[in-house]
């Protein structure tokens, strides 16, 4: 790894941290920031040293506070900036003489609003003393398992009742690195993955981007053991040619999910009096997403169905899919979804066919039930059912991924068909989803129940239908790159240790 | 109305019910279905007599039971059917006999599994002493106002633990007709409405439809007063011909949102064998749905998307429409999708800009604000700038409807600015839909906050641009038939009448 890449370790890993423009005000950045760092040396998940720096206290939460940065004794690795912008360049100064590696620069007022000489000439004094620099403009940096937590919006909030209650939750540690241009996505992206038991490995907003860039970041995660799955909104590529080598070699051993917004050319326009960026023209995006391997998401939604399918199940090869159902109308909607994707829904062999019959005689599932794909065992299905269906279509060599419509609402379907499948599954190579439909407490609790198995769930047919799209689009860019059985192995590895 | 249409109303308000094939034993759909009748007569809200018919009880749940429908004293309103196909003729000849209006055919084993002969028996019976038929193969009918309830899937399950919980829920009074084809996706459907709080009118599942169709039944929910929204699931439609004279009757007083499942050709295959349907070739189902002013939903989420912003906001006419946003990145995301799906986001009048101009003079909104439509306040907003900036876009005339983008995670934004929003919203006739993401607490808070207030809340910018684009379709299809000012004036007493 090249040298400026490494040292965007700092940003995950510094021994200290100075946060400069650290204070008490409730609600400011400044505070807020102070206290996520303050919290987690005291939970013991941030070890290092921390320096609020702020001229008028002497200390704040207990802590000692510096008039300067200069003051702190000894070298600072991290330092998180919330003075006014026309103050960055200095503080960035003092930081080239405590040896920094690596600056988050919280402050606005920069190139976003017309100030470009002033963000220029923050790059330049940061690249006088080789500091690596995410924003300004940005959140910064989160990471669970070090404590770093630069996002300066408050975890609670306070109701006019007096109640306070979650307004921007940090999610667990996991394997989701969510990288983000916009930090209103972030920290959107953050709740959501929160309130969804999604684990965060990394998260980073990098704002204007004045030096480090998305590719600086991808490639850092390359390497990043504990991310295997990088979800990224972004409104433009700082640069292409760094942006394809990157985005490549990074697909080749992990799966990138995008959105790319600013698609539409009101879309362009509204992005660039966004973070001033230039949009382009969307058809070379999608080639050069294309030609890299990066997935992309045409909304929201489809960004988590995507990434929750590609951090928890193994892609594979092909388009053609068996849906097995308990439910007729949901198994058409999830056809018509596949077809709308991409995939197909063929009709299964004549040899698994012919066990459809076998197993129809031997009474193991129903008379009128449809086998052809999808196969529908109709609500008259019991678990028993569906786990010997199940196994029998592992067997058809057809097919490259599997759909399990479980609607929970039928009688005689139960929990134990979810255990079932999931023990088949682990036998074979073919990437699986799963669905159950509702808001209330058994559907949530079958999706979570798959969910903890390792088998993503959604909520309705035709995201399903979209998590297997993203297994196979992937599954198939690594197959025509010759990555797919290294990937497979890495997979399986990794899956080995948890159990 | 006709007098076949009238008669459909004794699915809905019986005077009496007989429920052949009720039983006791557990899990059994005579069971499920009787003890619903049992349990909402004992609640009060199902008032007429009930009758359990099976011919080795002497009581069940504590009433009278009778061998044969024909030795219930009097007359019987609605009769659901339970027992065994070959039976089913049977009980219809007596029902005749009894002056019954109204059959649920819950049984299976007809059309669907290619025994058309003894469907066609049971039509013919029921024309005879003019009996309308619901399925057979259906779930048929529930409505909470009078306790009408033949679904028989158990409102709880037991899991393994042995802990009891929710698994078929029914929703709440509201103003919802939800009919289906789909037995299944019906239960679906019931689960999603009821976890997310929208209400239900009438539910209809009338699987094989031998007689009562979806054009019947739409026919009958025209004067239903509690109906303002009917979402529909369809594989196929049983005429053409009345489809489309009810249809668009239905459509110029409220507002059809369809999904027509099979529209892929596999699709069309799967839903063959689900229940018969001919799917036919969708490009003359999306003609037939433009001309009657059905709003076609292409997946589930869509669908109710649509639906809950067709139930609780006025529609409007226009493509072009204003975004009040709080967070950059969301909306440009917002922006493409509305691009995407035919509205445009044009830039703002010179006038209203100027305003804009004069409110950042005022300090009322910050000078780094963006303007031009989209509105950005940036992450430094607060409640006040939110509600002036709306105030003043909905003086912009250009624009059919307002989206507000307000992510609760900058840490100046409260909860103030909802009530702010939704007084001025009350002045105009312009609708409007709110967005918040995140799936932790104050998201679901502010969601449900904007929901309560009558302005519908989605969880991500594309979905709120489709409930917008929900609207404007809706509006636009009744002022090409002169239908607009009626619908207004209707939705305007209904409005006033809650308040």
Chains 1, 2 share one sequence.
Do not use: W
């Not at 699986?432 to 903890?452: K, N, P, Q, S």
């Amino acid at each position: 790894m090249e040298e400026s890449i490494k040292k965007l370790d700092a940003f995950f890993n510094p021994r200290s941290v100075a946060v400069i423009g650290a204070t008490e005000g409730k609600g400011k950045a400044g505070a807020i920031i102070f206290k996520n760092f303050a919290t987690n040396k005291q939970r013991g998940t941030f070890k290092g040293e921390l320096y609020p720096i702020n001229p008028k206290a002497q200390e704040l939460l207990g802590i000692k506070c510096y008039k300067t940065l200069s003051e702190v004794p000894g070298d600072v690795d991290l330092i998180v900036v919330i003075v006014p912008s026309g103050a960055v360049a200095g503080v960035i100064e003092e930081a080239g003489k405590k040896n920094t590696k690596a600056a988050v620069i919280i402050s606005a007022g920069f190139k976003e609003v017309g100030n470009n000489e002033l963000e220029e000439q923050v790059v330049e004094v940061a690249k006088k003393y080789g500091i690596r620099v995410l924003g300004p403009n940005c959140l910064g940096v989160f990471y669970a398992k070090t404590g770093v937590d630069s996002i300066f919006l408050p975890e609670y909030k306070e109701l006019s009742t007096g109640k306070e209650i979650i307004a921007t939750p940090r999610p667990l540690s996991g394997n989701i690195a969510m990288i983000t241009q916009s930090g209103a996505f972030g920290s959107a992206a953050l709740d959501y993955l929160a309130g969804r038991n999604m684990g965060v490995s990394k998260f980073v907003s990098f704002g204007n981007k004045c030096d480090a860039s998305e590719s600086d970041v991808l490639e850092y995660l390359l390497e990043d053991e504990e991310t295997h799955v990088v979800l990224i909104y972004l409104e433009d590529i700082k640069s292409g040619k760094d942006f394809l080598r990157v985005a490549k070699k990074v697909s080749l051993k992990k799966p990138i999910v995008m959105i790319k917004s600013g698609r539409s050319e009101a879309g362009a326009r509204a992005a660039a009096s966004h973070t001033g960026a230039i949009a382009g023209t969307d058809k070379i995006y999608d080639a050069a997403f294309e030609k890299t391997g990066v997935i992309r998401a045409k909304n929201m939604n489809e960004f988590f169905i995507m990434g929750k399918a590609l951090v928890s199940m193994k892609p594979a090869v092909g388009t053609n899919i068996g849906i097995l159902t308990d439910a007729g109308g949901p198994g058409v909607m999830c056809v018509d979804e596949c077809e709308t994707v991409g995939l197909t829904v063929n009709k299964f062999s004549d040899p698994i066919l012919a066990k459809f019959e076998e197993l129809k005689e031997n009474g193991k599932i129903l008379k009128i039930a449809a086998t052809h794909n999808p196969v529908d065992l109709t609500g008259s299905v019991v678990d028993d059912q569906f786990v010997v269906s199940a196994d029998l279509m592992f067997q058809e060599k057809s097919i490259s991924g599997i759909i399990f419509l479980g609607l929970h609402h039928m009688p005689g379907l139960q929990e134990t068909y979810i255990t079932g499948v999931a023990q088949i599954a682990a036998k074979y190579d073919i990437p699986i989803v799963a669905c159950d439909i509702g808001e209330t407490e058994m559907a949530l609790y079958t999706r979570d129940h798959f969910d903890r198995l390792g088998l993503p769930a959604y909520s309705s047919p035709e995201d399903a239908a979209h998590a297997m799209k993203a297994l196979l689009q992937y599954g198939g860019f690594l197959q025509k790159n010759c990555a797919l059985d290294a990937y497979i192995a890495e997979y399986n590895k990794r899956k080995a240790v948890k159990q």
